[in-house]
Nanobody, 126 residues
Framework: QVQLVESGGGLVQAGGSLSLSCAASGRTLSTYAVGWFRQAPGKEREFVAA????????RSAESVKGRFTISRDNAKNTVYLQMNSLKPDDTGVYYC???????????????????WGQGTQVTVSS
């Protein structure tokens, strides 16, 4: 079983950038695809981006394409989400999650992910 811890959230002005990290412990992260999801107040959790086990395949939600980049460093057991050109609509709690099944491309559905972090708050002011 793997434990996930997100970090890097905070308050930023619109147009700014943040870099989130998802650090794993317990098991090597390279055995999991990893996704980022977010949840805004009063809204359902939504898919943001995902990366395959080896890092060779990624996918992103249309709303973040061209602005957010997901990457991973398996040697550091960490997955990253670089967020640029942030908008107020990007505000929410960001979660990373690990999928133990082999799926290509990585899945966008939250219920396919087995392990979740506690989340990190991202607030984008206008």
């Amino acid at each position: 079983q793997v434990q996930l811890v997100e970090s890097g959230g905070g308050l930023v002005q619109a147009g700014g950038s943040l870099s989130l990290s998802c650090a794993a412990s317990g098991r090597t992260l390279s055995t999991y695809a990893v996704g980022w999801f977010r949840q805004a107040p009063g809204k359902e959790r939504e898919f943001v981006a995902a990366v395959s086990r080896g890092g060779g395949t990624t996918r992103s939600a249309e709303s973040v394409k061209g602005r957010f980049t997901i990457s991973r460093d398996n040697a550091k057991n960490t997955v990253y989400l670089q967020m640029n050109s942030l908008k107020p609509d990007d505000t929410g709690v960001y979660y990373c999650a690990a999928d133990s099944q082999i799926r290509l491309p990585p899945d966008t559905r939250a219920d396919k992910y087995d392990y979740w972090g506690q989340g990190t708050q991202v607030t984008v002011s206008s």
